[in-house]
């Protein structure tokens, strides 16, 4: 798939086939997240795997928004690490180039994600913490569910020429 493509035809997906994402796709999308750019190369970030059937059902507990969780089989929590960021308030940004590599990497595998936010919501931030029993220095960021599609989605139109702007307003 062309880069442009995948951006264009990337879409959040939330409703899953009940089929595991192999050991080989799982670790072909953390490769593609740990590519992405980061503030003065430090790459700060962690990422937990959950595919535990368990730990999945329990998260729309702590992030009502992740719903999509019950139906699928892999997510991706991917978090900052105050050990290795060297510049205070980066870590959303950093983690979030992550993100999109991840997103895009998995949708060129033919599997369906959504980006579900955990950071800057406080109480999210510590009932991740306390679920997954992070230690002080990691600050869950983004959570990525992941699966093949049992839906499809058309593709809107986005671009909008009237939100550009050269060399000032």
Known sequence: MEVFDAIITRRSIRKYRD??????FI????RAAMYAPSANNYQPWQFIVINERSILNEIPNVQPYSKMLYTAPLGI???GDEKFEKLPGYNAVNCSAATQNLLL???DCGLGTCWIGIY???ERISGIRQLLKLPDNIIP???ISVGYPA????IPERFIPSRIHYNGW
């Open 77 to 79: 929590l991917i978090c």
């Open 120 to 122: 800057p919501r406080e």
């Open 151 to 154: 839906e499809l989605k058309d």
């Open 19 to 24: 089929k595991a994402v192999s050991p080989e």
């Open 141 to 143: 960021i983004s959570l």
């Open 27 to 30: 670790e072909k999308l953390l």
């Open 105 to 107: 990497a998995a949708h």
